[in-house]
């Protein structure tokens, strides 16, 4: 995939039609990509692929978790789960505190 700044893609539109039939075309602005340049043929491979497989993206997800907390942590997914929940509380009661404390009502 190669990648061109907003000035290149304009400059060089026509070309760049060319080249996406290859491979897809990055388009970036300051240093952010901005757009993705690709075949309608690419888009759809892209898009029915995200329509099928969220289940088995979410269960490869599942078992790693669980493999790495059957790695030496302990514990089952639902209990880092548990955690990441807890930890999250917490973190809002103290950003909580901290608002408190610097806006005293």
């Known amino acids: 995939m190669i990648t061109v700044t907003s000035v290149e893609a304009q400059n060089r539109f026509g070309q760049l039609l060319d080249t996406v039939q290859r491979e897809p075309v990055t388009i970036t602005r300051h240093g952010r990509t901005v757009a993705l340049l690709m075949t309608p043929q690419d888009f759809e491979a892209h898009r029915q692929g995200f329509n099928t497989k969220p289940d088995a993206v979410k269960q490869a997800g599942l078992a790693a978790i669980a493999a790495f907390r059957g790695a030496g942590r302990g514990g089952s997914?639902?209990?880092?789960?548990?955690?990441?929940?807890?930890?999250?509380?917490d973190e809002a009661r103290k950003e909580q505190v901290a608002q408190a404390r610097k806006n005293p009502a």
């Open 77 to 89: 997914v639902a209990q880092l789960l548990q955690d990441r929940r807890a930890d999250r509380e």
